[in-house]
């Protein structure tokens, strides 16, 4: 049984797993690199990879962002602090000398969550609500990666014309009313300047009602996300996931809103399995069939 250097690349954390038999038999995470120059990135890559690489035969990678051609870019600059077109493919070869596969993060979770499914499905999608808003899409059995790594994406769909500008760009995007972030920066005007998405969430578990009205905002939001990729892409299962998403009686909420609409638009919707590593496990499931 071969081994794999698994990687996961986030706004906030690193983390770099040896996995064998989709087993984590060794993990190691750091934190991301603040600084926008890519010789931060470059720096903590060799030295957290390079002793796990002696061990591993070949590398896959799980990253934020687009992932185009190897070349790591983001739609959200804000998420990556300000890192873009970064040839993380190129660099990690370098850094491992192993044949590297690299996708999307929220693509990488997709697939370990359809792996874990207990039941038989064609269609389904991952939807993560964390730092940012993102989704993994597998149809007819095969994770979607996209020709230009953009697929999954959904947190840019539109939500709101009147919305907040979004970190793309563009105005009222799903992840710019509904991620932990924006659920930050909603509650600013109630809770003061410091406030973070974790700050609202304990101001609602108290009952407090500007709390409550802003964290349904988010729910509603993704259960609309989930009604139209219901409707465009005929999903028979939605796996939510993230801090967001996995935080007590968010799926609840999200449900209730999906209850309000026709059948149609409303799949079968349960949590996220995998937690913190569904990236690791993820990739490394993926590049068994992909890493030449």
Avoid at 232 to 238: A, G
Wanted: glycine share 10%; net charge negative.
């Amino acid at each position: 049984m071969k081994t794999c250097l698994a990687v996961d690349i986030g706004g906030t954390k690193i983390a770099a797993a040896l996995v064998k038999d989709n087993v984590i038999v060794t993990r190691i995470q750091i934190s991301t690199p603040t600084s926008k120059e890519a010789s931060a990135l470059t720096v903590a890559l060799t030295d957290l990879l390079t002793p796990l690489a002696l061990e591993a035969d070949h590398v896959a990678v799980a990253s934020t962002g687009i992932i185009n051609h190897g070349v790591l870019t983001a739609l959200n600059p804000d998420n990556l602090g300000g890192l873009n077109h970064f040839p993380l493919h190129q660099v990690i070869s370098e850094i491992t000398q192993l044949p590297v596969v690299v996708i999307n993060d929220a693509q990488a979770a997709a697939w370990f969550e359809y792996k874990a499914l207990n039941q038989a499905v064609s269609d389904m999608a991952f939807i993560t609500v964390s730092t940012g808003v993102g989704a993994g899409f597998v149809q007819k059995e095969i994770l979607n990666t996209g020709v230009r790594g953009i697929a999954g994406h959904a947190g840019h769909m539109l939500a709101d014309p009147n919305g907040p500008v979004c970190g793309c760009g563009r105005k009222g995007c799903v992840e710019s009313i509904a991620s932990g972030t924006a659920i930050g920066v909603a509650g600013q005007s109630f809770f003061g300047t410091d406030c973070v998405g974790e700050t609202v969430y304990q101001h609602l578990l108290t009952g407090d009602k500007n709390a409550i009205a802003i964290v349904d905002r988010s729910a509603s939001t993704i259960a609309n996300l989930i009604a139209d990729l219901t409707i465009s892409l005929d999903l028979e299962v939605v796996v939510l996931g993230g801090s967001v998403g996995l935080a007590s009686g968010y799926l609840a909420r999200v449900k209730t809103y999906l209850e309000r609409l026709p059948n149609v638009y409303v799949p079968d919707v349960i949590a996220a399995s995998s937690g913190a590593d569904a990236g690791l496990l993820g990739v490394a499931l993926w590049a068994e069939q992909n890493v030449k």
